[in-house]
T-cell receptor, first 110, second 119 residues
Framework: AQSVAQPEDQVNVAEGNPLTVKCTYS??????LFWYVQYPNRGLQFLLK??????LVKGSYGFEAEFNKSQTSFHLKKPSALVSDSALYFC????????FGRGTSLIVHP | GAGVSQSPSNKVTEKGKDVELRCDPI?????LYWYRQSLGQGLEFLIY????????KSGLPSDRFSAERTGGSVSTLTIQRTQQEDSAVYLC?????????????????FGPGTRLTVT
């Protein structure tokens, strides 16, 4: 069965520091991986996706993600965090029925 | 352009009552999904519509839940005889891509959700 896992419920980082939000996946066949962000009282917004090609994917708001096939990971990264990046982040795997991780709450401290 | 809209944004109902939640997807999007989001539980898939095909209802938690999509556009999720455990945020999403399509998948576009509280 396809699945994604986000091992951290919460990530805390100081503004200006780099951030990483972790995601691992399990899939048979090609992995199609997505990151979404959810701000309070809002629906999920698409950030970026990996379909094929370069392992480093760039997305919205300065975020990027690195696909690592050997480690079955797709971690979300940003070189310099902003307080406004504080939100709930979801990793997802496309498929007949998309599967989502449980979400990671990112808190960026001023 | 207009995104996915959902109504109402908030709904408080008494246990045992029926509720209807509405979703207006992005025009032209083939696929429509309903999810339930509970605190700390991530997104739980409920039901999936693709065009005029029969929906995939495999995620519906009980027979009190049903959904329809009229004319391949607007969808309504109905919960009958609501229970307190139905309290959650119900999210709708649409996409240009469906699993039967050729080519890689596209992202989903989510509505703001309906927060359902059953008292």
């Amino acid at each position: 069965a396809q699945s994604v896992a986000q091992p951290e419920d919460q990530v805390n980082v100081a503004e200006g520091n780099p951030l990483t939000v972790k995601c691992t996946y399990s899939v048979s066949g090609n992995p199609y991986l997505f990151w979404y962000v959810q701000y309070p009282n809002r629906g999920l917004q698409f950030l970026l996706k990996y379909i094929t090609g370069d392992n480093l994917v760039k997305g919205s708001y300065g975020f990027e993600a690195e696909f690592n096939k050997s480690q079955t990971s797709f971690h979300l990264k940003k070189p310099s965090a902003l307080v406004s990046d504080s939100a709930l982040y979801f990793c997802a795997q496309a498929g007949y029925i998309p599967t989502f991780g449980r979400g990671t709450s990112l808190i960026v401290h001023p | 352009g207009a995104g996915v809209s959902q109504s109402p944004s908030n709904k408080v109902t008494e246990k045992g009552k029926d509720v209807e939640l509405r979703c207006d997807p992005i025009s032209g999007h083939t696929a429509l999904y309903w999810y339930r989001q509970s605190l700390g539980q991530g997104l739980e898939f409920l039901i999936y519509f693709q065009g005029n095909s029969a929906p995939d209802k495999s995620g519906l938690p009980s027979d009190r839940f049903s959904a329809e999509r009229t004319g391949g556009s607007v969808s309504t999720l109905t919960i009958q005889r609501t229970q307190q455990e139905d309290s959650a945020v119900y999210l709708c999403a649409s996409s240009r891509w469906a699993p039967s399509d050729r080519g890689p998948p596209h992202e989903q576009y989510f509505g703001p959700g309906t927060r359902l509280t059953v008292t």
